[in-house]
């Protein structure tokens, strides 16, 4: 059996045997609990094959450098990484495009040019959670749905099934495991409640803002970095990678990959606006 390892796997991965899930945070007992940014608890020449996706946008650069050698350690050899980032072209193109259509007088595409906006720059600037993508998502009178929904994949269903779904709040208790209230009780750390209590009595409510907007910037939410397809594959050839190619979301050199569901769910693409890139360690 292949030995195969998603690193930052969020909510999304496989309970196969062949896989290893590891997550900083995890959301299951299937999953491992590490931080990606250390080196992997792995052996060298462990895996057959290393998936990330949407992972390596949210580290700063030297840290998405040492991701990729270490993925490249503990691949044996002709061993694949299959990496998914969101697609910085893809969003500029379409950014080019929705300014040329409000810039002609179609009205109609101003939703769609707002969109986009917050593709490029809502993920690296915000300082709640969710940013202003939540909020635009939030409207009920939203027009560009199945744009949306052709950017962002089940992303959108997500967010829009949430706001139509009005749970009293023991219902939505009710429907989380042990993972999710651990989840929130970190947000409640007593030594993070204490240090905004002292920020605040020796520094003030803005001192006190400024910390609790360094403290979810460095939560793992924004996006420290965008790829495409030249600067992603540099950064795999410069572990080390050959082979490297762009890829669709149901293609792949990893054996019976689209059999786990991790871009492809029900036949369609998990995440549309993504960049899907492998190589293999020579």
């Not at 909510?11 to 997550?23: F, G, I, L, Q």
């Not at 299937?30 to 052996?43: E, T, V």
């Not at 697609?87 to 707002?114: C, F």
Request: net charge neutral; glycine share 6%; aromatic share 10%.
């Amino acid at each position: 059996m292949l030995k195969l390892i998603n690193i930052g796997c969020g909510s999304t991965y496989s309970n196969h045997p062949a896989w290893t899930n590891v997550d900083l945070a995890p959301q299951s007992s299937d999953i491992h609990n590490h931080d990606i940014r250390k080196k992997l608890p792995y052996p060298d020449a462990y895996f057959d094959a290393c998936y990330s996706s949407h992972v390596i946008e949210h580290l700063k650069q030297h840290d998405a450098d040492q991701l990729i050698a270490e993925c490249w350690r503990i691949l044996k050899p002709q061993g694949i990484i299959r990496a998914v980032v969101p697609d910085l072209e893809s969003i500029a193109k379409h950014y080019i495009s929705t300014l040329e259509q409000v810039e002609s007088g179609v009205t109609e595409a101003e939703a769609n040019y707002d969109w986009i906006m917050l593709e490029l720059y809502d993920q690296t600037v915000r300082h709640v959670k969710g940013g202003e993508m939540a909020s635009y998502l939030a409207d009920p009178n939203l027009t560009n749905k199945e744009f949306i929904r052709s950017r962002i994949g089940s992303n959108a269903d997500l967010f829009l099934e949430k706001n139509s779904e009005k749970k009293s709040w023991i219902e939505r208790l009710a429907s989380k495991d042990r993972y999710w209230f651990y989840k929130t009780l970190r947000k409640f750390n007593l030594r993070t409640s204490i240090a905004k209590y002292l920020v605040t009595l020796i520094a003030g409510n803005e001192a006190r803002q400024a910390f609790e907007v360094g403290l979810f910037r460095n939560s793992g939410e924004i996006h420290y970095w965008m790829y495409d397809r030249f600067s992603l594959r540099r950064l795999l050839e410069r572990s080390g990678f050959v082979e490297v190619r762009v890829c669709g979301a149901d293609s792949s050199r990893i054996q019976d990959f689209n059999s786990y569901g991790l871009d492809m769910l029900e036949g369609k693409v998990r995440k549309p606006d993504s960049l899907f890139m492998e190589g293999i360690k020579p």
